[in-house]
């Protein structure tokens, strides 16, 4: 009888359990020999998770069944070989399609009979069903704490603090919720942000004050005693069934003066000037008086629209003074400024090089912290053993970041002269997109400053001066 074997580990902790690839690799032989087997063939897979089949060896294994290499599959436990029951499914029908039995050496697990079968499909099928409702039984357990008036997790907001992993009013702090309330009917976001930021008071990150901190305060119902839970997804997308109950922790404000600012911001809604997605400096340009991001808006006038940049130190945090800057004076100070800069293509294709080097190893570092979290919902993982190898992983990846960060990008040397050359003769020509994707590919940022503002009279314009840029 012709035998391989085939073996997986998926953690280094394993070998102190007896599962290493060679203690497995041991016991086979010492089984393959108490049979009178031949061995011919052996499939190892080092640090990969038994979730799926996407694993080298055992896609190897599956290739060399096809091809009659052998007549029984021996593993050391059901385990190594697969977790998913539609996987086992579909390697049972391989064996049976050709003729090869499976055996494992150490639980009284075959295919040599119908029953044996039946029996390996109900452990799997178990095995499956308890991971797929792992993280149903934790979504189910934070809901019930939602519903019971319990926070469920995450970091105290502003105006509270954890004690006894109870949530409890911070004086300090919650004096500036009310703050925020109190000023909301009367003051739009901007000014309750800039009164805050010229007062001293920082956010619970240590930040400046903006106009969307204000507003997550304003609409948050756990400052009126309430708790939200399932509001928005990881990504930040609403998920339109969030529930709101009344919690155990005792509230900032009134559930009347909550419901008053809601009006309120419901009433607001659709007023202002609105943005355009296709702002060419949006993104690049920023205040060279605070270093806050200047962004696209427009006004509509009598004829047609009006369009600037405004800075956000001035207009959400209120630490700045920088006036508002009609797009075509930065696009003419732009033009005037815009020149080749002097690359080297030889360097040019060496710092390429190494960033696709580190790019590659990025990319090694994120399927191994993906297979990671599949080995820890495996359970080949205890809870210490994932956090380490995870806080591992990333510190990789932070150093691998920096390098990247201190490279230069990686930039078609052709492409970017192309631009260059041909930028200031075709701009009056591009639509606002086509401006917006030109000078994005060629320009990490510009800071500009006003030196003279709008004096009015016929032909007065605003001066100003490109204080810094930098080409990619």
Known sequence: MRVA????????????????????????????????WRHVEDYADEGFSAK???RPAITRLMEDIKKEKFDIVLVYKLDRLVRSVTDLHNLLSLFEKY?????????????????????????????????????????MGMKQMVLEGKRAGAKAPFGYEYKDGNLVINPGEAKWIKFIFDNYKTKGQK??????????????????WRSPVVYSIATNPIYAGYIRWNYRKTGGKKTNEEIIVKGEHDAIVTKEQYDEVQEVITGRRG????????????????????????????????????????????????????????????????????????????????????????????????????????????????????????????????ALTRQVSASSPDIDYKLVNEIIHNLKDHWQYAAYEERK????????????EVTESHAGGPGKKMKIQITDYQMK
């Open 99 to 139: 003729n090869v039995k499976f055996k494992s050496a150490t639980e009284e697990f075959n295919t040599t009979s119908a029953l044996g079968r039946l029996f390996i499909t109900l452990v799997a099928a178990m095995a499956a069903w308890e991971r797929e409702n792992l993280s149903e039984r934790v979504h």
């Open 271 to 398: 007023t202002g000037f609105k943005g355009n997605v296709h702002y060419p400096f949006t993104g690049l340009l920023k205040c060279a008086r605070c270093g806050y991001p200047m962004i696209g808006a427009k006004r509509k006038k009598k004829h047609g629209y009006y369009r600037f940049y405004r800075c956000t130190g001035r207009t959400q945090a209120g630490v700045c003074d920088m006036p508002f800057i009609g797009e075509e004076i930065i696009e003419e100070e732009f033009l005037n400024r815009l020149e080749l800069p002097k690359y080297n293509e030889q360097t040019i294709k060496e710092e390429s090089n190494q960033i696709e080097d580190i790019e590659k190893q990025l990319s090694k570092i994120k399927q191994r912290m993906k297979n990671i979290k599949e080995l820890y919902i495996d359970g080949d993982y205890t809870k210490q053993e994932y956090r380490e190898a995870l806080e591992k992983e990333r510190k990789k990846e932070e």
């Open 191 to 208: 000014a309750i942000a800039a009164e805050l930021n010229n007062m001293g008071i920082k956010t619970a990150l240590g930040n400046y």
């Open 5 to 36: 074997t085939y073996r997986r580990v998926s953690t280094e902790m394993q070998a102190d359990e007896g599962f290493s690839l060679e203690a497995q690799k041991s016991r086979l032989q010492a089984y393959i020999e108490s049979q009178g």
């Open 437 to 448: 994707e030109m000078i994005h590919t060629i320009v990490e940022h510009i800071e500009v």
């Open 52 to 54: 799926n089949t996407d």
